[in-house]
């Protein structure tokens, strides 16, 4: 038997979003305004989320639901297809998500769901180096993490394939 630590990534909390750096106060702003597009008449929950290019384009992404329910997207999926798409030969560096009820003004902590970490964790891995991920922990806290790879442990690989 043997009892292991998991992976030696480490990530920061910040008790205040005036302690983050001011470009990750700028990618944050982003992401909130990219709640304003989110099509989510079934949740009425908005989710936004913006991501910083090498070149320093940031791409903006929003949850857009569906009638058909397993049709619709998450923010980070969104924004992360389209930058797959759209800028294929771009490195991502960071991603910020916000996120917040349809009907109040107030942000809300929000971590993304299995299925945006395996596709956060697949960018990651197809460009060879590590994505900053940013999202409101608490009421008044933050955390940025160095990589994405801390938030899907065990994770699925191509390695397996
Ligand atoms: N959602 C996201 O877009 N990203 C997340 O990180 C969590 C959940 C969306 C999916 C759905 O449109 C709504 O939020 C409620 O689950």
């Given at each position: ?78 924004a992360l297809f389209h ?38 964790l697949e960018s990651e891995?197809?460009q060879d180096q590590p ?31």
């Amino acid at each position: 038997m043997l009892t292991k630590t998991l992976k030696n990534e480490s990530y920061t909390e910040y008790q205040s979003e005036k302690e983050l750096p001011q470009e990750d106060i700028e990618l944050l702003q982003h992401a909130r305004d990219a709640c304003k597009s989110s099509y989510s008449p079934y949740s009425n929950f908005q989710v936004g989320v913006a991501v910083r290019l090498g070149s320093g384009k940031i791409v903006r992404g929003s949850n857009q639901e569906n009638a058909a329910y397993p049709s619709g997207l998450c923010a980070e999926r969104v924004a992360l297809f389209h930058v797959g798409s759209n800028y294929p030969n771009e490195k991502i560096l960071q991603i910020a998500v916000a996120a917040k009820r349809a009907e109040e003004s107030e942000f809300l902590p929000v971590t993304p769901c299995g299925s945006c970490r395996q596709v956060m964790l697949e960018s990651e891995n197809k460009q060879d180096q590590p994505i900053e991920f940013i999202m409101r922990s608490g009421k008044n806290s933050w955390i940025k993490t160095q990589s994405c790879k801390i938030l899907l442990p065990f994770s699925f690989d191509a390695s397996s394939l």
